[in-house]
């Protein structure tokens, strides 16, 4: 069995054939799903689906790039719902920022504040984070080193930044999804080995970051095979093996998730 612990069937591309996606994720293997929260107007979406599926789990969270619909007393709304197994996806994201210093100064301070106040809901509520790092590993670093508390997290799409590593020590795994399988891979693919087998989960972040060879197209569940499939032939060891430990350590940090 595997789990894919990322992926946004709230999307909309997924509106006109969310069944066949399930069951060509389930012919591949794919046996549960969590949604990530990122923009609250989704969220009411992702709880449907989870209700309609018994394999279909959410998180209540914002997207650092929606920093500024982050309604704290929203999120508290599902925050309880039995299928709500994390918060997020939540973090930082450089990547896009205003052109003046005192834009790029307001939104990075929005963006911490907003990130603080999800770890301190996660730790309130006792569940893990689902963190968003991009183009800002010096400050997100330093922000979970202070704030994240003992039920950790996981780092969805793995930005490859060896310095993220020390958070293995604060209970946070690695998300590795079909970045791994671009030629242009070569900071994760280098990382990738240093990352210890009990600290892996799999992921696809659909319906983006499709692996190879159908990028450019849209991503969904079942292709999750490809990604171990690549993480095998980088580490040597079996997709198999690489199947059951990734579920294992879903199940380990997801403890919600039945």
């Known amino acids: 069995m595997i789990i894919d612990t990322h992926c946004h069937l709230d999307d909309k591309r997924y509106n006109n054939d969310i069944e066949e996606v399930l069951q060509r994720a389930k012919e591949n293997r794919v046996e549960k799903f969590i949604i990530p929260g990122a923009d609250p107007k989704t969220l009411k979406r992702a709880i449907e689906l989870s209700e309609i599926y018994n394999n279909i789990y959410f998180a209540v969270g914002v997207h650092p790039y929606d920093a500024t619909n982050y309604d704290r007393e929203y999120l508290e709304q599902y925050i309880t719902h039995p299928k709500c197994v994390a918060v997020g996806e939540c973090g930082l994201d450089y990547y896009r920022l205003p052109e003046t210093i005192e834009e790029i100064e307001e939104e990075k301070r929005l963006q911490k504040e907003v990130f603080i106040d999800q770890i301190e809901l996660a730790k309130q509520y006792e569940l893990p984070l689902i963190v968003h790092i991009r183009d800002s590993s010096a400050d997100s670093l330093e ?76 991503n969904e569940p079942s292709y999750t095979k490809l990604v171990i499939s690549k993480m095998s032939e980088l580490s040597n060891i079996e997709q198999r093996v690489l199947e059951e430990k990734t579920t294992q350590n879903a199940f380990n940090l997801f403890n919600k998730m039945v």
């Open 143 to 218: 922000i979970l080193g202070k704030y994240a508390g003992d039920k950790g997290g996981v780092l969805h799409c793995y930005n490859a930044d060896e310095a993220l590593l020390k958070l293995i020590s604060k209970n946070f795994y690695y998300g590795i999804g079909g970045v791994l399988t671009f030629k242009n891979a070569r900071k994760l693919i280098n990382v990738y080995p240093k990352i210890p087998l009990d600290r892996l989960l799999v992921e696809t972040d659909a319906p983006y970051l499709t692996p190879h060879p159908h990028r450019g197209k849209r």
